[in-house]
C-alpha cells in the first residue's frame, strides 16, 4: 500500500533538516515508537507499538536512514515483526523538505507492506486515515521539540502514546464521511 503526505513545519528549512539528522529526537516524536539502539551508520533498532480497538501489536525490528544533505531528501528502509500476533511489516519511505512561505513542506511517500493479522487493516483504509492523524501528532510534536529553549527541555518532549481505540473510531468515522461525500457528490452530478 503506498501513502502520500505532505505537511508544513513552521521553521527554515536548514533547521527543519538539521532537526531529522537526529534520529533519536526524531524517534521521540513518533507516537508509539521506541528506538533501543544505535547500530551506526544510520542503522537503528528499535519497536512501534499500536493499539486498534482490541488488536494491539508491537513490531520490533530495524530500519536504516539514508539522508542526502545536498538535495534535503531522504530515503527509510524499515521492516519488522509482531512476534506475539505473528504479523510483518516492511516499509520504504521517500521523504524531502523544501522552503516554503510558512516554513518548511515537507512531502512523504511510503509504501507499506503488512502481512498476518494486521494486513486487514490495510485494506480498508485504515492505515492511511490513521497515518495522516499521526502525522499531526508528529508535527505538534517537533515544533515543540524545536521551540525549547534547552537541549533538557527538548530531550523531555515525547510523542504521546498512541491511543488505539478513540484513534480508530476517529479514522472510521473519517473514511464513512468520506464515503458518504462522494457518494453525495455523484449524487448531485445526475
Known sequence: MKISNQFE???PVDAVWNMFQDVPSVAQ???GAELTEDKGEGSYAGK???KLGPMSSTF???ATV???SSTKTGHIDGKGADKAG???GQVNVEYSLAASDGG???AVEADITLSGAIAQFGRTGLVEEMSKRLIDEFVECLEAKMAAETPAEAAEIKADEV???SLFFSALGSLIAGFFKKLFKRGDKT
Do not use: A, H
Open 9 to 11: 513545519v513552521k521553521r
Open 29 to 31: 516524536c513518533l507516537p
Open 48 to 50: 512501534v507499538s499500536v
Open 60 to 62: 520490533e525490528g530495524q
Open 66 to 68: 539514508t539522508p542526502d
Open 86 to 88: 505473528g504479523s510483518r
Open 104 to 106: 518548511t513542506t515537507v
Open 163 to 165: 491511543k488505539g481505540i
